[in-house]
């Protein structure tokens, strides 16, 4: 498995902004949990954090929905 450790190398109070977009669901919960407050550090205030994952309670309707009908909904093919 692929393992990144490395630090982010930026002065603490230098971002005005961070946008992630389907990212952080890829990491360990102890991982992101430590992203986050590395992020948080780097962030000036009144800058802003967007964090955009994936709609968990989506994807499990729409599966038991598949299961429910027979029509396999999940499939994008």
Same mark, same amino acid.
């Given at each position: 498995?692929?393992?990144?450790? %490395?630090? @982010? &190398?930026?002065?603490? +109070?230098?971002?005005?902004?961070?946008?992630? $977009?389907?990212?952080?669901?890829? @990491?360990?919960? =102890? %991982?992101?949990? !430590?992203?986050?407050? $590395?992020?948080? +550090?780097?962030? &000036?205030?009144?800058?802003?954090?967007?964090?955009?994952?994936?709609?968990?309670?989506?994807?499990?309707? !729409?599966?038991?929905?598949?299961?429910?009908? =027979?029509? +396999?909904?999940?499939?994008?093919?």
């Amino acid at each position: 498995m692929y393992r990144y450790n %490395k630090r @982010l &190398t930026l002065p603490p +109070n230098s971002l005005q902004g961070v946008f992630t $977009e389907h990212c952080l669901e890829h @990491l360990h919960f =102890g %991982k992101c949990v !430590k992203l986050l407050r $590395e992020l948080y +550090n780097l962030l &000036t205030e009144g800058s802003w954090l967007r964090v955009v994952v994936p709609d968990g309670e989506l994807y499990c309707r !729409k599966y038991v929905e598949s299961i429910e009908s =027979g029509v +396999n909904v999940m499939h994008s093919g």
